[in-house]
Each structure stands twice: as structure tokens, then as C-alpha cells.
């Protein structure tokens, strides 16, 4: 797998400056993780965090770079911090290509052990890493190689299983966390290995994943390296895609040749994408900084509005909108008078932010039981008013009913705070306010799943590769909002593309990068991106608050496999096969061109 910048639409900015009358070092800063790179500047400026304010604005993407301490933010911090004055640095797209966090550069070299029918009975892989040349806090790059070796055999039900992994050290930048963080290259491994175990034995590629994946009835399911798998069914994910693409149609297309020349193909990839992943699995790979108790801190305001106070960042994910609606869930507030406040360590509670799909996850969780904790205190206040016990009345649609009447949210915020005189005697004296941590019963994460399919068109002649339909099979177990679902699936599968198709970051021989500018570095856009199909399948979580699991990484892992499969199986026909990312018309071409040598020297 090539190399490849992570490329946010919004690259990296800091403005420092020290507040005089405060007596606080502020930082505003594009970041996913404001509490964290407050304890950072901390420990590495020799201040209490106490003295520091860490503020993220709206934050144009991230995808797992700015989830980490950068080192201009440590600068721009110690400069205004020595010189009390105000210190501002943007980065533009230049400096981004060449000197920001990169991502993928794997190499797999997999052997499979299987019968004659494609059963894989054992899987030996060796994986190297290129690592850059050095970590970025809080986490070591090696992470991606021991993801890539924990994240084998992915959904394939494979009971042999020996990995060697190696982090190479070179003068590149370093590998960061990047949006699926090591899974589409574990996605490309056993897709391809597949395809190579099924055209051996004789059978259709399909088939031979469908009888190798994980089955449903044997969930939650242990996994050969120490994962544990909450729910999902796998084949039907499959079997989805499969029928959703038309393979059958498609095997019947490919016996007649295309009037204009071209070569098709069809690929699949099933895929597991492991999200808010908890504390002893952060332990284990050496963070200094470990999540646990997620909280959220709701507070009504005197007319009835909602205020949702969290230490996640949201930067495209609409927590803003989901967020409110797990609070409308329980409350019955309108989600237009609820407002979510995020972004800023003076106004919220303590997290270590947005990364690994878990804002929904956890965020969510505590709303939901902080809006519980909430609810019992307006039912027994409004009780009271209704002149009624607390185990007679319900709260329902943003009001209090009982006996037979009825008292609004609105009123019942009007009592506490304008006419005390009104309240119970045992009023609860930590009134309509609440703080409270959530985690979910197991700390393996909330598995999601799915499957991709792609059908291309390749043209010999030139090695260029068009999509000419695309499905996406998605289970994120509970569906909050599938609008932003849909949104994160599509965006995901957008950059998908890119790792199978355009996006690379070569260097020449003396270690100079070669795509300095949008001109070198290719990134998909509307023409290159096809019309997609999402059918969502939902597996709820035994774990987890209302069965959410994350959804943001899924696309970036599924589609890579499957595009790459599909070229493959395009190629077949001309003995060609392509192993490396990205499918560029001249890795193509040379593809091509070296089964026709091949063959010369055969016949």
C-alpha cells in the first residue's frame, strides 16, 4: 500500500496568546482533542493545566492527524507563553504534503493454508511498516503494525494464525492514526489472498469468502488474536452486496467481449471495523493516555432550553444533531432548544476527544444516562406541582403528565429557578443539572461491519479504471441518524477510492517527496466518485447504550479491497494481477504488459 497524506479539507492552524487578566496561556488550535493537548502543553511547558485553555474551533476534517499533539502547537504555546503576545501560524497545502502526518506504506507478504475447496485452515503473514522518522504524542508509530497484526484475519473464520511485524524507521514523516488506521491494508491483504486461494481451488471468489467468514450463530465471537466481536452477521452482509451488485449478471456479461474493448470486473471485500475501543486495549498499546468514563454534563436552562456540555470534538460527524437527539429521546426537549457545547476545556468535561469511531459510542451513552439522572429530578418536581406521587407521573413528549394534568419542562424550569418557595422539601439540591460518566459493559469495542462491492471497467489500451457501479452493505448496529450515516459511509468510501485508485506520496532515491501540490498528489473528486448504493443492515450491540456502534471509519476500510479485487478480476482474462495501491493506469499498463512477456516466454 502506497503511501498517502491525510489531506483535510482544512489544513493545520494554531493561534497562542496569554490572557492577562485570566492568567491563562490560550491556545485555539484545529485539533480532535482539545483536554488532551492541554495535558500535553502541561507536562512539556511545566505549567498546571489549571493555567491553560485549550479551544477548538470548527474544525475542517481531520481524519485522525489532529487527534495528536503536533508539534507547531507546542511552539506556537511556548512562544506566546515566553513572550506574551499573541502568536498565530497556519499551514498551507504545500507544507501539509511534504512535512504533515502520513499514513498506510504497508507491505504484506501473506501465505494461506486451505483445502480443495477454498477452506483456509491457517494464515501466515509477515507485515513492514514504514514508519517515518519518528512518533508524535501520545502514540508510538508502531501502531499501525500492531493493528495490522491484531486486525488479522479481519471477519474470516481462519484457526492457524502466525504474523511477524516490522516498524522500519526512514526520513519520511511519520505515520499517524489516519482514518481506519491500519484496517484497509489488513482489507486488501485478505481480499486478495482470497481471490488468489478461489482462483486455485477452481471457484468463484465469492463463495469461497461467504464459506470462510465468520458465521452469525457463533457470535459474540473471540477472535484468533484476543478480539472479541459483539454482534453482526457477516455472510448476510455479503450476500447482500453480492445481490445488490448483480454478480450473477455480471459473470454472464463477462463470456461476451464489450463492443468498445474494455475488460470487466467485480471485487468484494467484508470488513470489521472496531470503534470506541476502551481502556486496557489504550493501555496495552502504550498510551500515556488512556479513555475511560466518558461524561456529559446537561444542564436546563430557565425557559426550558437544554444545554449538552461534552469534552468530544465534533468536526463533520453532526454530533451536534445526534447528540440532541438521544437527549429528545429521554427528555422529549426540542432539538432545537438543545444546544451542544464542545471544543473548549474551560466548558466541558474531561476527554481524550474524537478518534476510533467513538463519539456516538460513548458521547451518546452519557447523554443518555446524564438525561436520566435529569429525568428524575423534573418528574419528582413536577409531581409536586401536579400534586401527585413521583411513581404517578411520566415524563412524555417534554412534559410531565399525571393525575390529570399536566406540567410543561418549560414551567417545571421556571419553578426551580424563579419560585424555589414552590419545590418540594426534598428537592434533589443537585437541581436541573447533572454530570455523568458512561462506558459500556465490555472494554472491546462496539464491532461494525459491512461489505462493499465494485464493478469496473478497465481499458487495456491505456490501463485506466472506471467505477461503474458501487454497493455499500452497512451495519453500524443502531441507526441514530441515517442521514449522517449515509454521509459518513459515502465521504469514507470517497477516500476509499483514493487509497485504491489515486492517492500516493512517492519519493525519489535521495528521499525528496515527489507531490507537493494538488497537481502531483491525486485526490478523487465528483467525476472520479461513482453513484453509490448504501442498504443499511442493523445488529444492535449487546454493549452499548441503544446498540450504537461507530460508523466513521467503515468506508475508508471496505472499499479499498473491493476495488482492488475487481481490477484483478477484470485482468484475469490477460493472466495480469495487480498487488500494489494505488491501481494507477501505469501499475496497470506494466501489469499487462509483463503477463504478455510472460506468456511470449512460455510459448
Request: charged residues 20%.
Amino acid at each position: 500500500m502506497a503511501r498517502q497524506c491525510m489531506a483535510p479539507m482544512e489544513g493545520k492552524g494554531a493561534l497562542g496568546y496569554w490572557d492577562r487578566q485570566a492568567e491563562q496561556l490560550v491556545l485555539y488550535t484545529s485539533t480532535q482533542a482539545p483536554h488532551i493537548i492541554r495535558t500535553a502543553l502541561s507536562e512539556y511547558l511545566g505549567i498546571e493545566e489549571g493555567l491553560i485553555r485549550v479551544i477548538a474551533p470548527d474544525v475542517g476534517g481531520g481524519f485522525g492527524g489532529k487527534s495528536l499533539l503536533q508539534p507547531e502547537e507546542l511552539l506556537i504555546a511556548w512562544l506566546a507563553l515566553i513572550r506574551k503576545q499573541p502568536v498565530r501560524w497556519t499551514e498551507d497545502r504545500r507544507e501539509h504534503l511534504i512535512a504533515a502526518a502520513n499514513a498506510r506504506e504497508h507491505h504484506y507478504v501473506m501465505t494461506a493454508y486451505a483445502d480443495r475447496r477454498g477452506r483456509v485452515l491457517a494464515l501466515d503473514a509477515e507485515i513492514t511498516v514504514n514508519a517515518g522518522a519518528y512518533s508524535a504524542w501520545p502514540v508510538s508509530v508502531a501502531l499501525e503494525a500492531l493493528h495490522a497484526q491484531s486486525n488479522l484475519p479481519g471477519c474470516y473464520d481462519i484457526k492457524g494464525y502466525r504474523c511477524k511485524t516490522f516498524s522500519v524507521a526512514t526520513n519520511k514523516a511519520p505515520l499517524l492514526p489516519y482514518r481506519g488506521v491500519a484496517k484497509p491494508g489488513v482489507g486488501v491483504a485478505m481480499e486478495l489472498t482470497f481471490d488468489a486461494v478461489a482462483h486455485a481451488v477452481g471457484r468463484e471468489p465469492a463463495d469461497v469468502k461467504m464459506e470462510n467468514l465468520i458465521p452469525a450463530h457463533a457470535m459474540p465471537f473471540n477472535t484468533i488474536t484476543g478480539g472479541h466481536y459483539d454482534s453482526g452477521d457477516y455472510p448476510a452482509c455479503l450476500r447482500t452486496a453480492m445481490e445488490q451488485i448483480g454478480l450473477s449478471a455480471i459473470r454472464a456479461r463477462q463470456k461476451t467481449p464489450a463492443a468498445d474493448g474494455r475488460l470487466i470486473g467485480v471485487g468484494f471485500s467484508t470488513y470489521t471495523e472496531t470503534t470506541a475501543l476502551g481502556t486496557r486495549v489504550f493501555v496495552f498499546l502504550g498510551w500515556p493516555i488512556a479513555p475511560g468514563l466518558e461524561q456529559a454534563n446537561l444542564r436546563m436552562t430557565p425557559d426550558g432550553g437544554l444545554e449538552i456540555r461534552v469534552g468530544i470534538q465534533s468536526h463533520g460527524q453532526g454530533s451536534e444533531t445526534t447528540l440532541a437527539q438521544v437527549a429528545y429521546d429521554v427528555l422529549g426537549v426540542d432539538p432545537a432548544r438543545i444546544k451542544v457545547v464542545h471544543g473548549d476545556t474551560a466548558l466541558t468535561p474531561y476527554s481524550t476527544g474524537t478518534y476510533d469511531s467513538r463519539n456516538m459510542v460513548m458521547a451518546g451513552g452519557a447523554v443518555a444516562h446524564t438525561a436520566r439522572v435529569l429525568a428524575q429530578r423534573i418528574n419528582r418536581i413536577g409531581a409536586h406541582l401536579l400534586q401527585c406521587r413521583p411513581e404517578e407521573v411520566q415524563l412524555q413528549e417534554g412534559a410531565v403528565r399525571g393525575g390529570r394534568g399536566q406540567v410543561s419542562i418549560r414551567e417545571i424550569a421556571a419553578t426551580y429557578y424563579y419560585r424555589p418557595d414552590q419545590l418540594p422539601a426534598d428537592v434533589d439540591l443537585g437541581g436541573l443539572e447533572a454530570t455523568v460518566g458512561y462506558k459500556p459493559k465490555v472494554e472491546s469495542g462496539a464491532i461494525g461491519c459491512g461489505a462493499h462491492a465494485a464493478f469496473v471497467a478497465i481499458d487495456p489500451e491505456i490501463g485506466s479504471v472506471e467505477i461503474l457501479d458501487y454497493v455499500i452493505v452497512e451495519d453500524c448496529g443502531t441507526v441514530v441518524n441515517p442521514m449522517i450515516v449515509e454521509g459518513q459511509a459515502y465521504g469514507g468510501t470517497a477516500q476509499g477510492i483514493g487509497t485504491a485508485l489515486y492517492e500516493e506520496m512517492p519519493f525519489d532515491s535521495a528521499g525528496q517527496p515527489l507531490a507537493s501540490t494538488l497537481a502531483d498528489y491525486l485526490l478523487p473528486g465528483a467525476s472520479e466518485v461513482p453513484r453509490m448504493r448504501l442498504i443499511h443492515m442493523e445488529s444492535p450491540s449487546p454493549y452499548t447504550e441503544y446498540g450504537i456502534k461507530g460508523v466513521g471509519e467503515a468506508g475508508t476500510i471496505g472499499a479499498p479491497g473491493a476495488i482492488l479485487s475487481a481490477v484483478n478480476d477484470a485482468l484475469r482474462p490477460l493472466g495480469a494481477e495487480v498487488l500494489e495501491t494505488p491501481a494507477t493506469p501505469p501499475r496497470i499498463m506494466h501489469a499487462i504488459l509483463r503477463a504478455k512477456s510472460r506468456d511470449a516466454a512460455v510459448g
